[in-house]
């Protein structure tokens, strides 16, 4: 999912994306450390999701706090 996709959720929406991202990569990083893992591309992906997804919810807290001047 793109940056400009997420920005049109609510931070309600992308705290449960964080959350979804977080589990995936907690499964991914079991499979690989029992050796199951084939798509090791996926967990990067993951991870970079992750981070765009708390980018964004930075962006707009700071949004909302601008405006609370």
Do not use: P, W, Y
């Amino acid at each position: 999912m793109n940056a400009s996709e997420l920005r049109e959720k609510t931070a309600d929406q992308l705290n449960e994306e964080l959350v979804a991202l977080k589990k995936e990569a907690f499964n991914l990083r079991f499979q690989q450390a029992t050796g199951q893992l084939e798509n090791t591309a996926r967990m990067r992906a993951v991870k970079r999701g992750a981070a765009r997804v708390k980018t964004i919810l930075n962006e707009k807290a700071k949004a909302a706090a601008g405006e609370a001047k």
